[in-house]
């Protein structure tokens, strides 16, 4: 049970390029959320989305994407990366029954814009 | 907004010490509570967690329990070790509101041999 995969774990990218993270469940959760970590700051929502076909934006939406085309999968997407963007990101993922059950993360994806 | 406070750390302790993490939180609801361990270079892990008032927590011998009155969730441990040292975050769950979970900006726990 691989739980929740992210890809890739690393990647350095120029200012004004784009790219897409996926993140990948295999547990059949209807919940999933993208976070960012940044020193000091915890981690804060970028989106989320609570079922196939929808997303919703969170605390620090700006200048992010995401798709939810599969159940399994949600994609984030920076179409134009700025170096604010230098990051780690976090994919999460729960059951439905909110709130109960804790999340299970991926172990995150390591981006430097410079 | 919902929102979650955690004692500043960084916290260093010898080996066998008793650890408190402090945690208070604000929300309008009925949260459930959480807390979540990050080692080095990895994802957040569920450490425990609590979903009613007087509930107590409890795991891999650390404890927490859910203080409605005093709005607190702290983290405790009787004897700590060296594979302690991690980041751990408190964090809550409001019920109606997709599940989101609000997170506290972490405390740094460093166990000394």
């Known amino acids: 049970n691989a739980g929740v995969t992210q890809t890739p774990k690393f990647r350095v990218l120029k200012t004004g390029q784009s790219m897409t993270l996926l993140c990948a469940q295999d547990?059949?959760?209807?919940?999933m959320y993208w976070y960012r970590q940044d020193p000091g700051m915890g981690l804060r929502l970028i989106h989320y989305s609570v079922g196939e076909g929808t997303t919703a934006k969170g605390e620090v939406p700006d200048g992010y994407n995401v798709s939810r085309l599969k159940k399994q999968n949600f994609l984030l997407g920076l179409e134009s990366a700025a170096p604010s963007q230098t990051s780690v990101y976090f994919c999460?993922?729960?059951?439905?029954?909110?709130?109960?059950?804790?999340?299970?993360f991926g172990s995150g994806t390591r981006l430097t814009v410079v | 907004g919902d929102s979650v406070t955690q004692m500043e750390g960084p916290v260093t302790l010898s080996e066998e010490a008793f650890l408190t993490i402090n945690c208070t939180y604000t929300?309008?609801?009925?949260?459930?509570l959480f807390w979540y361990v990050q080692y080095p270079g990895e994802g957040l892990q569920l450490l425990l967690k609590?979903?009613?008032?007087?509930d107590k927590g409890s795991n891999k011998g650390f404890e927490a329990t859910y203080r409605k009155e005093t709005t607190s969730f702290h983290l405790e441990k009787g004897s700590v070790q060296v594979s302690d040292s991690a980041v751990y975050f408190c964090?809550?769950?409001?019920?109606?509101?997709?599940?989101?979970?609000?997170f506290g900006d972490g405390t740094t726990l460093t166990v000394k041999p």
């Open positions: 964090a809550l769950s409001d019920r109606t509101n997709a599940g989101k979970s609000t």
């Open positions: 999460a993922s729960r059951t439905i029954t909110t709130g109960i059950y804790g999340y299970t």
């Open positions: 609590a979903t009613k008032a007087d």
């Open positions: 929300a309008t609801g009925y949260p459930s």
């Open positions: 547990m059949n959760h209807e919940y």
